[in-house]
């Protein structure tokens, strides 16, 4: 299985992106999928995340301004980011909770993170 996450790149403060997380490989189903960002020198830290029926979590700084979302027939997540910060400047990972056969367990995976940088 492999997580890949795009979408990342360099824009100025107030502007807008669109982050994906698609899996891909042996997948039966996908539970819960979550972003996260670590900044230079900080801890990774909690962004959003989604469970399989669309519920979602936000981390409080995010609340208003980050929307996540999900499209189980492309595997795909999706975290769109609109009036971004300078302090939003991080490297964004997404982990999944995969099954790869029927009533097997759940693992979890991380992609390699992208890159968000916030001009001022």
């Known amino acids: 299985v492999q997580l890949q996450a795009s979408g990342g790149g360099l824009v100025q403060a107030g502007g807008s992106l669109r982050l994906s997380c698609a899996a891909s490989g042996s997948i039966f189903s996908i539970r819960d999928v979550g972003w996260y960002r670590q900044a230079p020198g900080k801890q990774r830290d909690f962004v959003s995340s989604?469970?399989?029926?669309?519920?979602?979590n936000y981390a409080d700084t995010m609340k208003g301004r980050f929307t996540i979302s999900r499209d189980n027939a492309k595997n795909t997540v999706y975290l769109q980011m609109n009036t971004l910060k300078p302090e939003d400047t991080a490297v964004y990972y997404c982990n999944a909770q995969i099954q790869h056969i029927t009533g097997g367990v759940y693992f979890t995976y991380w992609g390699q993170g992208t890159l968000v940088t916030v001009s001022s």
């Open positions: 989604i469970t399989s029926v669309g519920s979602t």
